[in-house]
């Protein structure tokens, strides 16, 4: 079975810092595009960041310089390091891989065509 697992969130504090996991099973992932996206309640699915098979990142405006994406295939894992948390980032997280090579079009949730099954942060002030 091919599947996406998160794990890593958790309750933070204003200007914390979390390590977000996701780890994919079923096949290997090394020539894939994966990204993050969250999704607050009672508002749309949102990208936050994706990576590319070549490991180039590529991030929403609102997380440059807080947010890192890095992949490790050799364990099949994409990682969020996100640093500086604000009440804004509170969300359920979802990890996504996409069979894209252009990393310009990742932002967009069409372009995913395998989901994992989130992961919720919450950042408290």
């Known amino acids: 079975q091919v599947q996406l697992v998160e794990s890593g969130g958790g309750l933070v504090q204003v200007g914390g810092s979390l390590r977000l996991s996701c780890a994919a099973s079923?096949?290997?992932?090394?020539?894939?595009?994966l990204g993050w996206f969250r999704q607050a309640p009672g508002k749309e699915r949102e990208f936050v960041a994706a990576?590319?098979?070549?490991?180039?990142?590529y991030y929403r405006d609102s997380v440059k310089g807080r947010f890192t994406i890095a992949r490790d295939n050799a364990k099949n894992t994409v990682y969020l390091q996100m640093d500086s948390l604000k009440p804004e980032d509170t969300a359920v997280y979802y990890c996504?891989?996409?069979?894209?090579?252009?990393?310009?079009?990742?932002?967009?949730?069409?372009?995913?065509?395998?989901w994992g099954q989130g992961t919720q942060v919450t950042v408290s002030s």
């Open positions: 996504a891989s996409s069979g894209s090579q252009n990393l310009a079009t990742m932002k967009a949730l069409n372009e995913y065509q395998l």
């Open positions: 990576i590319s098979w070549s490991g180039n990142p």
């Open positions: 079923g096949r290997t992932f090394s020539s894939y595009g």
